[in-house]
């Protein structure tokens, strides 16, 4: 692997984690009990050790649909923090800021 393949595919390894925890919990919403949203949201507590116990994902479009808006969603978060990320000191001057004096 080249320097500039691994400049891309290392730092988004992780994602690749996410997407497999998000698929994971499609999987466990998909085959929980209910008919509506609240009780399958309270059914995954009881099919999440079913779900996670292959360690394949499956092939049902949901599950990956889950997965892929999961590492999305992941991902514009953490853009975000890091895009507003100032770096201040407490209580200490940087930049030009000491050169005034």
Same mark, same amino acid.
């Given at each position: 692997?080249? $320097?500039?393949?691994?400049?891309? #595919?290392?730092?988004?390894?992780?994602?690749?984690?996410?997407?497999?925890?998000?698929?994971?919990?499609?999987?466990?919403?998909?085959?929980?009990?209910?008919?509506?949203?609240?009780?399958?949201?309270?059914?995954?507590?009881?099919?999440?050790?079913?779900a996670i116990s292959d360690l394949t994902p499956g092939l049902i479009g949901f599950d990956w649909l889950v997965g $892929?808006?999961?590492? #999305?969603?992941?991902?514009?978060?953490?853009?975000?923090?890091?895009r507003k990320a100032k770096k201040y000191r407490k209580d #200490?001057?940087?930049?030009? $800021?000491?050169?005034? $004096?």
């Amino acid at each position: 692997m080249n $320097a500039k393949t691994r400049k891309y #595919v290392i730092p988004n390894i992780p994602y690749l984690f996410v997407f497999w925890i998000c698929l994971k919990l499609g999987t466990a919403y998909r085959i929980a009990d209910g008919v509506n949203i609240v009780s399958k949201l309270i059914g995954i507590g009881n099919t999440i050790n079913i779900a996670i116990s292959d360690l394949t994902p499956g092939l049902i479009g949901f599950d990956w649909l889950v997965g $892929a808006i999961g590492a #999305v969603l992941f991902r514009v978060v953490i853009y975000y923090k890091v895009r507003k990320a100032k770096k201040y000191r407490k209580d #200490v001057e940087y930049g030009s $800021a000491r050169w005034g $004096a």
